[in-house]
């Protein structure tokens, strides 16, 4: 049974840090991408970063390029996302998802798996 667990979300201030991590288990992920959506109240799961599993190579949506970070540690089966210079307008439930293809895609509906999100609220 996959499980995708994510843990380090929380109350942050503007220009803060926060890193997220999510535990992937029940099969091999060499072959996916994985990746971090976002969903804030009123508005469309976005995709602000991805990584291929196999290789390494990440993409980033534009708002968070440059202060947001994607990872993977193939030994704790982890995908982290550090964060940095934090803003108001990255409050939004977290979520770790992961998707048996090759690029990187930006569409919530082809995802495979999922996680049960982690608020992250960033105060001015």
């Known amino acids: 049974q996959v499980q995708l667990v994510e843990s380090g979300g929380g109350l942050v201030q503007a220009g803060g840090s926060l890193r997220l991590s999510c535990a992937a288990s029940?099969?091999?992920?060499?072959?996916?991408?994985m990746g971090w959506f976002r969903q804030a109240p009123g508005k469309e799961r976005e995709l602000v970063a991805g990584i291929r599993w196999g290789d390494g190579s990440t993409a980033y949506s534009d708002s968070v390029k440059g202060r947001f970070t994607i990872s993977r540690d193939n030994a704790k089966n982890t995908v982290s996302l550090q964060m940095n210079n934090l803003k108001p307008e990255d409050t939004a439930v977290y979520y770790c998802a992961a998707d048996r293809a090759i690029t990187i895609r930006r569409f919530p509906s082809v995802y495979d798996y999922w996680g049960q999100g982690t608020q992250v609220t960033v105060s001015s």
């Open positions: 029940g099969r091999t992920f060499n072959n996916y991408v």
